[in-house]
């Protein structure tokens, strides 16, 4: 099984930055398709970022674009997630996920073979 650990979660001001990190195990890893999602209290989770391999084809949420940034490292098998310029409103779990196939882009939970467990950030204002 593809094993997916996240991390880099935290709290910052409205405005800061944060780094997420997802690491994952496969020999494979170099053409999933990977994404990230988000889900806060009382609402259902969200794509917020995809990526199909490493200088490949990204997408972005409309709520994201301009301020965050998908990009992988092969060779550590972890795939990032920088986010700027950060909103109370992106209070949120977010999880990493993984699709066997490389050709599409992760952008809903049922396309999603792999699933991290999450790591908080949370934005004050």
């Known amino acids: 099984q593809v094993q997916l650990v996240e991390s880099g979660g935290g709290l910052v001001q409205a405005g800061g930055s944060l780094r997420l990190s997802c690491a994952a195990s496969?020999?494979?890893?170099?053409?999933?398709?990977m994404g990230w999602f988000r889900q806060a209290p009382g609402k259902a989770r969200e794509f917020v970022a995809a990526?199909?391999?490493?200088?490949?084809?990204?997408y972005y949420a409309d709520s994201v674009k301009g301020r965050f940034t998908i990009s992988r490292e092969n060779a550590k098998n972890t795939v990032y997630l920088q986010m700027d310029s950060l909103r109370p409103e992106d209070t949120a779990v977010y999880y990493c996920?993984?699709?066997?196939?490389?050709?599409?882009?992760?952008?809903?939970?049922?396309?999603?073979?792999?699933w991290g467990q999450g790591t908080q950030v949370t934005v004050s204002s």
């Open positions: 496969g020999r494979t890893f170099s053409t999933y398709a």
């Open positions: 996920a993984a699709k066997k196939t490389p050709g599409v882009l992760v952008l809903t939970t049922q396309q999603v073979d792999y």
């Open positions: 990526e199909k391999w490493s200088g490949s084809t990204t």
